[in-house]
């Protein structure tokens, strides 16, 4: 089992000074709703947070990671990066604090936030939702290493991970509100118990009953994985006479096999299946083929295995999502690999790195 990780320094401190991001909030919300215990642990820190030293920290430009360390010490619990790792240190900074992001203003019943130089997009009123005939579909997706934050109408929130597309419609529907995913999301739902929240994604159907929830649907796995971080939620396959679905309750994981007809649910950590919010990869003695499949999601690189007995090594192992450098020492010091770079290919090999 992997131990929450709270989010970086740099973060927390935004969030508790009321300077974060719309997308950094859902990250913060996201780790709060993995252990009651981790509520506790932003108040106390709030506290401290409020006492007379945030003036001192603030005066030199807010040094987060050395006020962090004074906030842990004035509160007597250890610092974030105490906990044993097998593999390399996770460096501090967040990737979303080097980043910039603004919100694309909507007409109708979304909101997109999106990454500096990714797209722009902004929804104008729909001829459907005047004419009554239904209405058009729009479609969000995200290339290697971006995310987007989806706002609909009725005020549930969608982040979608990496290399994933979302379709919903301009306008959500009367008597249920249905998106098709293909790749990651987080979602947060708003309850609403006359209209179903339903996610169809790789034949397979995820219906909300009150919930916050990472889904995952990438074609190439072959199998839908839903994660439960609030409330619950009902997994199934989406076709004519499929067993009804199968209800996942929070902190369990629900594994539906493409062409599957019942989940396979068990209890699982949350907070490795919702790092990709804080900007961290967590790995736990996942096969190297799997995990450079995922790596491949997030830089512009193609990475592949020189030698393909290499593809059944297990890695235990936290990235920055984003740091190409820190992932290719992460993976070459633990296993043993030499790491060739060819322009956008990047070779594994047997041999000291």
């Given at each position: 089992?992997?131990?929450?990780?709270?989010?970086?320094?740099?973060?927390?401190?935004?969030?508790?000074?009321?300077?974060?991001?719309?997308?950094?909030?859902?990250?913060?919300?996201?780790?709060?709703?993995?252990?009651?215990?981790?509520?506790?642990?932003?108040?106390?820190?709030?506290?401290?947070?409020?006492?007379?030293?945030?003036?001192?920290?603030?005066?030199?430009?807010?040094?987060?990671?050395?006020?962090?360390?004074?906030?842990?010490?004035?509160?007597?619990?250890?610092?974030?990066?105490?906990?044993?790792?097998?593999?390399?240190?996770?460096?501090?900074?967040?990737?979303?604090?080097?980043?910039?992001?603004?919100?694309?203003?909507?007409?109708?019943?979304?909101?997109?936030?999106?990454?500096?130089?990714?797209?722009?997009?902004?929804?104008?009123?729909?001829?459907?939702?005047?004419?009554?005939?239904?209405?058009?579909?729009?479609?969000?997706?995200?290339?290697?290493?971006?995310?987007?934050?989806?706002?609909?109408?009725?005020?549930?929130?969608?982040?979608?991970?990496?290399?994933?597309?979302?379709?919903?419609?301009?306008?959500?529907?009367?008597?249920?509100?249905?998106?098709?995913?293909?790749?990651?999301?987080?979602?947060?739902?708003?309850?609403?118990?006359?209209?179903?929240?339903?996610?169809?994604?790789?034949?397979?159907?995820?219906?909300?009953?009150?919930?916050?929830?990472?889904?995952?649907?990438?074609?190439?796995?072959?199998?839908?994985?839903?994660?439960?971080?609030?409330?619950?939620?009902?997994?199934?396959?989406?076709?004519p006479g499929a067993p009804a679905p199968t209800e996942i309750g929070q902190g369990e994981l629900g594994q539906l096999a493409l062409g599957g007809s019942v989940p396979m649910v068990?209890?699982?950590?949350?907070?490795?299946?919702?790092?990709?919010?804080?900007?961290?990869?967590?790995?736990?003695?996942?096969?190297?083929?799997?995990?450079?499949?995922?790596?491949?999601?997030?830089?512009?690189?193609?990475?592949?295995?020189?030698?393909?007995?290499?593809?059944?090594?297990e890695l235990t192992a936290t990235f920055i999502a984003e740091s190409l450098e820190e992932t290719l020492r992460t993976l070459s010091t633990?296993?043993?690999?030499?790491?060739?770079?060819?322009?956008?290919?990047?070779?594994?090999?047997?041999?000291?790195?």
């Open positions: 089992m992997v131990s929450a990780r709270p989010p970086d320094s740099s973060l927390l401190a935004r969030f508790l000074s009321g300077e974060c991001t719309q997308l950094e909030e859902l990250a913060v919300q996201a780790w709060l709703r993995e252990d009651p215990a981790h509520e506790e642990e932003l108040r106390r820190l709030g506290a401290a947070w409020a006492q007379p030293g945030r003036d001192a920290a603030e005066s030199r430009g807010l040094d987060v990671d050395a006020f962090w360390t004074e906030l842990r010490a004035r509160i007597n619990e250890p610092a974030p990066h105490s906990e044993r790792r097998v593999a390399r240190l996770v460096p501090t900074a967040g990737v979303e604090s080097r980043r910039r992001w603004w919100i694309i203003p909507s007409a109708a019943a979304a909101l997109v936030l999106v990454a500096a130089g990714r797209f722009l997009w902004r929804d104008r009123p729909p001829a459907a939702a005047v004419s009554g005939e239904s209405p058009p579909m729009r479609e969000v997706a995200t290339g290697p290493g971006q995310r987007a934050e989806v706002k609909l109408g009725d005020g549930s929130a969608v982040i979608l991970g990496v290399k994933s597309r979302l379709r919903f419609p301009t306008v959500l529907a009367r008597r249920s509100r249905e998106l098709h995913l293909e790749g990651e999301a987080y979602f947060i739902v708003t309850r609403d118990s006359t209209r179903p929240f339903i996610v169809h994604a790789a034949g397979s159907k995820t219906v909300d009953l009150g919930t916050a929830f990472v889904l995952r649907a990438y074609a190439a796995e072959r199998r839908v994985q839903v994660v439960v971080t609030e409330g619950r939620v009902a997994l199934g396959a989406d076709r068990t209890a699982v950590d949350t907070s490795a299946y919702t790092a990709w919010l804080r900007g961290q990869l967590v790995f736990n003695n996942t096969p190297l083929a799997d995990v450079i499949t995922e790596l491949g999601r997030w830089h512009k690189v193609e990475i592949q295995l020189g030698d393909p007995s290499l593809a059944r090594e633990p296993l043993q690999l030499r790491v060739e770079r060819r322009g956008t290919t990047v070779v594994l090999r047997r041999g000291s790195p």
